[in-house]
């Protein structure tokens, strides 16, 4: 059975316990997730070093800490090592593109919606040059407006997990038999 890969933050990082197995019985394969909160783009190739070789999928989600102050990763770092990474990434790729954050909560060494939208632009086209699809958390969640989030305005809340992770599990389909 072929498998599906997690990298990145913590976006897909806090996919564990109920919320993977929900999600692998939804797609009917098994997820090797290793992503972990805080990580930005040039931490995705120690998660994914070993990776099984039976990985059709890998999703990919960063971003957000990429572009916060703290994290002092550069945009033009970020879109210079983004398309070389995207490449080694086994399987098809998909983008779990951030779901932005609610700026009302946040300080100024957070991240912020117009920093994550560039660093996002960024990672959706080097994910579409290697034949990669992107799933648009923001639209995803445009329903739930700030309620989307946890009090921290980066995190997600159940409702929000629950209507993403729907959209995931429909832009990669049923597992080939």
Not at 2 to 20: C, K, N, P, Q, Y
Not at 128 to 154: I, K, N, P, R
Request: proline residues 6%; glycine residues 10%; negative net charge.
């Amino acid at each position: 059975m072929s498998r599906v890969m997690f990298v990145g933050d913590s976006h897909l990082d806090a996919v564990r316990g109920e919320r993977l197995t929900a999600f692998e019985a939804a797609v009917g394969r098994r997820v090797d997730n290793r992503a972990v909160g805080g990580s930005g783009v040039h931490d995705v190739p120690t998660q994914a070093a070993g990776a099984p070789t039976d990985i059709a999928v890998t999703v990919l989600s960063l971003g957000t800490n990429d572009c916060a102050p703290w994290k002092e990763i550069s945009f033009e770092s970020f879109a210079s090592t983004i398309p070389s990474l995207v490449a080694t990434l086994p399987g098809r790729v998909v983008y779990l593109a951030p779901p932005g954050v609610d700026e009302s909560v946040l300080g100024p060494d957070d991240p912020t919606l117009a920093g994550v939208a560039r660093y996002t632009d960024a990672a959706r086209a080097a994910v579409a040059a290697h034949a990669g699809t992107t799933v648009e958390s923001q639209q995803v969640l445009a329903g739930l407006g700030a309620s989307a989030f946890v009090e921290d305005g980066v995190h997600l809340t159940d409702v929000a997990y629950a209507l993403l992770l729907k959209a995931l599990a429909g832009e990669l389909g049923p597992a080939p038999h």
